[in-house]
């Protein structure tokens, strides 16, 4: 199947809320309330929440179609870095957050996730970083394996609140040429 990425722009905001409340689920544990979820969603991923995201000029979002149909998407942000843990083992005067990475389930394995992620790393060297930083769910096994597969490696922890819920994540950090 035909894939593709591109830059979302304004008019995608709907598009990425969608995107975005499928699959925010899948990088949780099983574990996961519900109610944690969908309040993550509603302070977090609500087409409003995009719209704002696509209009911050520190932030990068990509879409992934298949066939021309979206299958993804990601967002990378730049600037200072709240969390004292991440700042601990990342530089962030030289780095950009890769944020958001996320397929629908139908498809992981397809190919797109990797199209996605080499798009976004060329658009987080054409922002003139040096580093490119993430933290996922320390279960999320799959996700660890891709992540390792495109050169992040393990540089420490890191908590996340979903809901109600403290969550504990990897952070992992890979140079950009
Ligand atoms: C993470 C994600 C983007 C990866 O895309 P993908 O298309 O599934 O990735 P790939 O198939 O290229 O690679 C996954 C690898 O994990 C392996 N894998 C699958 N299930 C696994 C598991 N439970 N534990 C460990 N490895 C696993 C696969 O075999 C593959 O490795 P291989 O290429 O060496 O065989 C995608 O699965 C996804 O969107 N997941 C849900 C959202 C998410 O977790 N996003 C990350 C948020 S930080």
Known sequence: ?????????PEDAETLHELASRT???????STAQAD???????????????????????TVLIAEADGVPVGYSMLVAGPIADPDVRAVVDETASVEL????????SH???????????????????GAK?????????NGRAA??????????????RFLVGND???????VRALP
Not at 24 to 30: D, G
Not at 109 to 127: I, N, P, R
Request: with cysteine; net charge positive; hydrophobic share 45%.
């Open 1 to 9: 199947m035909p894939m593709s990425t591109r830059r979302a722009q």
């Open 24 to 30: 925010f689920a899948l990088a949780c544990p099983s």
């Open 37 to 59: 979820i969908d309040e993550f969603i509603v302070a977090n991923l609500s087409r409003e929440r995009f719209h704002e995201y696509l209009a911050d000029p520190a932030r």
């Open 99 to 106: 944020s958001k990475f996320y397929l629908l389930a139908d």
């Open 109 to 127: 394995g397809s190919g797109a996730a990797g199209a996605l992620m080499a798009a976004t790393l060329a658009e987080a060297v054409t922002g």
């Open 131 to 139: 580093w490119c930083w993430l933290g996922v769910n320390q279960q």
């Open 145 to 158: 394996r891709f992540y390792q597969k495109h050169g992040f490696a393990l540089a420490g922890t890191k």
């Open 166 to 172: 403290w969550h504990d994540d990897h952070i992992r």
